[in-house]
């Protein structure tokens, strides 16, 4: 380790813990969900199951509530479920890196954790250099870097050219990254190595303004490409969607392409687009496979540049943090997103339940069904033409699902900051069943076991801790919760 890495560090874990009682104190601070110690989180990195345990490491700005010089921050996990914060993996502090360790992955390489990342350099005149970086664990907790393994840009190409994807496949290493062209156009760009030293650029797999996509944003972030249940999937957050009616509402959006992956020749044929979350906060997920071969993906429960100057955590000196790892499945030409099952750990207590619930358009609360830090689940909701119910969490977020021929779904809150109410909207053919996982300052739902995901900052305010359902429906649905417990 050179001095200026243990130096950086050694800042940190001092900002960290001059900082941890403000901190602590936010009423705000998530119960079960990752999060910063201090200062900004962002995207998830180097996801990966592990001689026995889940390690997500995640780009961190320590010294501010701001993007800036990324480290990579570390918690680990048995179970998905309890996580222990573990030493910092990458601090910014060799040449190659030194404006941040940007986002990147995990692999087995002959027993090492081996981690790929982005090195990100601007000079003083703002000019960007990317590299691309390796760094390895024998005991998966202290990295010795390598420097970089990839140090020019490919012809044709900008420095907007980071987070590489690795995996193995038939002994051959290959990788995804995020690129952008001199046109401007966002680009995932397939790399293939014998060694993990030398890279070759396979080919552009996809972009903006390649067949059959047109303008499809200026900048791909965050690529990741695998097979689920015999379909190859594509995930990417392209930069710079313009909004579509109910489609592409955030400042930037991350979703999946089904499609064929081409390894030899570096051709993805993409079927339709597909935002991942309809929410307000979803950026930049990452998978992984669990030890019994779930793919898990987890996200950054926030979007660059969107609101950012405004969530009341900031106070106390944090901001964002992960979603819930999600298990995904590939069901009927759908991607299915659903919390996975170790997350049943959390509930404490016996279940409240409630069977044949009846309509009322008027608001009315279910004995037990409150708190800061529950599930919910509803299921046999069977909505018919006209139907119409709301969800009303803590008097601040509303879910509110309208049948007509489909049932439309719409998520309102307050502006983060502000007083206006602003909305984001799904839509899917039939609600069986709702889950909603709402902790200290977030809340996730899935309906119908993940068809459709909303994920968003929820900032009501501490004292407000009732759930109420309002609505006009026929079916008797049962409704069931579980107050959730603080793993911190
Ligand atoms: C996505 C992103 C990545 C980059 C990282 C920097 O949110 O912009 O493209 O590697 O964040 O923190």
Known sequence: MTETEKNLIQQAEEVARD????????????????????GLLNDPNGWIHWQGRYHMFYQWNPFAVTHGAKFWGHVSSTDLVHWMEEPIALAPSEWYEKNGCYS??????DGELTLMYT???????????????????????????????IDSLPKGYTAHFRDPKVWEEDGVCYMVIGAQTLKEEGRVLLYRSENFRDWSLVGPLI???????????????????????????????????????TNYLNRFQAGYFPGTLNLSEGIFTPGAFTELDKGFEFYAPQTTESADGRRIMVGWMGVPEQAEDRHPTLEHSWIHCLTLPRELTWVNGKLFQRPVQELEKLRTGNPIRHTGVTRSIAPFELEGIEGRTLEVQLSGV??????????????ETVLK???MEACDITL??????????EQRYGSVDQ??????????????????????VFSSRHFADPKNQAVTFAGDWLSEPVIEAWKLKDTR
Not at 134 to 144: E, L
Not at 386 to 393: A, K, P, Q, R
Request: with cysteine; aromatic share 8%; hydrophobic share 35%.
């Open 119 to 149: 090195g990100n350099v601007k000079d003083d005149e703002g000019n960007r250099f990317s590299y691309q970086c390796t760094a390895v664990s024998r005991d998966g907790v202290h990295f010795k870097k390598q420097g970089p393994v």
């Open 401 to 403: 699902l309208s049948m």
């Open 19 to 38: 900082q941890r009682q403000l901190v602590d104190a936010d009423p705000y601070r998530q119960a079960f969900h990752i999060m910063p110690p201090v």
């Open 104 to 109: 990147g992955s995990a692999i087995d390489r």
């Open 207 to 245: 972009g903006s303004q390649q067949e059959p996509l047109g303008d499809f944003g200026y900048m791909w972030e965050c690529p990741d490409v695998f097979r689920l249940d015999g379909q190859d999937i594509l995930i990417a957050s392209p930069q710079g969607l313009a909004s579509d009616g």
């Open 382 to 395: 069977d909505l018919q033409a006209h139907d119409y119910l709301d969800i009303n969490l803590h008097n």
């Open 412 to 421: 309102e809150r307050t502006v983060i900051g502000g007083d206006a109410r």
């Open 431 to 452: 609600v069986a069943e709702i889950r909603i996982f709402l902790d200290r300052s977030s809340v996730e739902i899935f309906i119908n076991d993940g068809e459709l």
